[in-house]
């Protein structure tokens, strides 16, 4: 379909054409609606770590050390990206994984492990999660993962 046959379809959809005016500015980053980041960790420097990645890319980035307060806070239609520290105690993973799509189906979860392997990784897809990630080493990873999980529609 051309361009111009797209914007006539919104015109007749819409009763105008659709622009990125339709959106908040503060809700986009280079054609995308910016992503709610939610660290659920207790560990103080994974999430500056994550701080100092959604400061690059002007992404708005939660804390919370617990799945209870996840839960509260995700909604469906969010554009929610949570990454999930392996190392909290309260909750496996597994268990987590459960609650979290039970709260939000449509988020993206990352999963932030020791040491990532190709058992656990698919393991944590067949469970939901979006991804899995080091949750040390250089940024540039964890940055990329974040990256195109916010990118899913």
Same mark, same amino acid.
């Given at each position: %379909?051309?361009? $111009?046959?797209?914007? $006539?379809?919104?015109?007749? %959809?819409?009763? +105008?054409?659709?622009?990125?005016? /339709?959106?908040? !500015?503060?809700? &986009?980053?280079? =054609?995308?609606?910016?992503?709610?980041?939610?660290?659920?960790? $207790?560990?103080?420097?994974?999430?500056?770590? &994550?701080?100092?990645?959604?400061?690059?890319?002007?992404? *708005?980035?939660?804390?919370?050390?617990?799945?209870? #307060?996840?839960?509260? *806070?995700?909604?469906?239609? %969010?554009?929610?990206?949570?990454?999930?520290?392996?190392? %909290?105690?309260?909750?496996?993973?597994?268990? !987590?994984? +459960? #609650?979290?799509?039970?709260?939000?189906?449509?988020?993206? *979860?990352?999963?932030?492990?020791?040491?990532?392997?190709?058992?656990?990784?698919?393991?944590?897809?067949?469970? =939901?999660?979006? /991804?899995? !990630?080091?949750?040390?080493?250089?940024? /540039?990873?964890?940055? !990329?993962?974040?990256?195109?999980? $916010?990118? +899913?529609?």
């Amino acid at each position: %379909m051309a361009a $111009s046959g797209v914007l $006539s379809l919104a015109t007749k %959809m819409f009763g +105008r054409p659709l622009t990125r005016c /339709d959106v908040p !500015a503060h809700k &986009v980053v280079s =054609g995308f609606a910016k992503p709610n980041i939610l660290a659920l960790t $207790s560990d103080d420097r994974l999430y500056s770590t &994550v701080l100092y990645i959604s400061t690059d890319y002007g992404w *708005i980035t939660r804390w919370v050390k617990s799945i209870d #307060r996840a839960e509260e *806070i995700l909604h469906p239609g %969010m554009n929610s990206v949570v990454l999930y520290d392996w190392h %909290m105690v309260a909750e496996s993973w597994k268990a !987590a994984t +459960r #609650r979290l799509l039970a709260a939000d189906a449509t988020c993206r *979860i990352v999963l932030a492990a020791p040491l990532v392997d190709e058992d656990l990784w698919t393991e944590a897809l067949w469970r =939901g999660v979006y /991804d899995v !990630a080091p949750r040390s080493g250089p940024t /540039d990873v964890l940055a !990329a993962t974040l990256r195109f999980a $916010s990118l +899913r529609a």
